[in-house]
């Protein structure tokens, strides 16, 4: 009865307990055992942890991966859409171009024929002022020739 007593007063041996509190029975290498245990529980939780952290973590990973992946897709298909629409508009401001400079020398060569037209222009003004002063002239002559006419029908008396 009394060996019952003295264990159910001794403590159980743990890491709280120092090791020169330890008795008889109670070797160091049980000691260590029990500490080696409880490192080894200790390090069961953490692998336990880390392992669901682990788990979290890759499925975060993959969901913004998808999530990622298809902002891409989004913006590779815009991409492709506006280099074919700059590649158009490209196309078509050097059709446009061309035009232009086609017109270009068209205008020139209008440009060119005003200049023969205002040359001719001005040869005619002249030649119609010559024109005018001889029509003057002959208006005056016929004036005379009206005047002497009048008087050749209008009898004397």
């Keep these: 009865?009394?060996?019952?007593?003295?264990?159910?007063?001794?403590?159980p041996v743990t890491v709280a307990r120092p090791l020169d509190k330890l008795g008889k029975k109670e070797s160091v290498a049980h000691y260590n055992a029990i500490l080696i245990e409880e490192i080894k529980s200790g390090m069961q939780q953490v692998?336990?942890?880390?392992?669901?952290?682990?788990?979290?973590?890759?499925?975060?990973?993959?969901?913004?991966?998808?999530?990622?992946?298809?902002?891409?897709?989004?913006?590779?298909?815009?991409?492709?859409?506006?280099?074919?629409?700059?590649?158009?508009?490209?196309?078509k401001v050097d059709n446009l171009q061309k035009t232009v400079e086609g017109h270009t020398v068209r205008l020139d060569s209008i440009e060119k024929g005003m200049g023969e037209v205002k040359g001719q222009l001005s040869t005619h003004s002249v030649k119609l002022e010559s024109i005018e002063t001889k029509i003057d002239g002959q208006n005056g002559r016929l004036d005379d020739h009206e005047t002497r006419i009048n008087a050749l029908e209008t009898p004397h008396l």
């Design 1 to 11: 009865m009394k060996q019952k007593k003295q264990a159910a007063k001794r403590r």
């Design 47 to 91: 692998i336990e942890g880390m392992e669901s952290t682990r788990v979290v973590l890759e499925e975060k990973i993959d969901d913004f991966r998808k999530e990622v992946n298809g902002r891409f897709e989004v913006i590779e298909v815009a991409v492709t859409a506006h280099s074919k629409i700059l590649n158009e508009h490209g196309t």
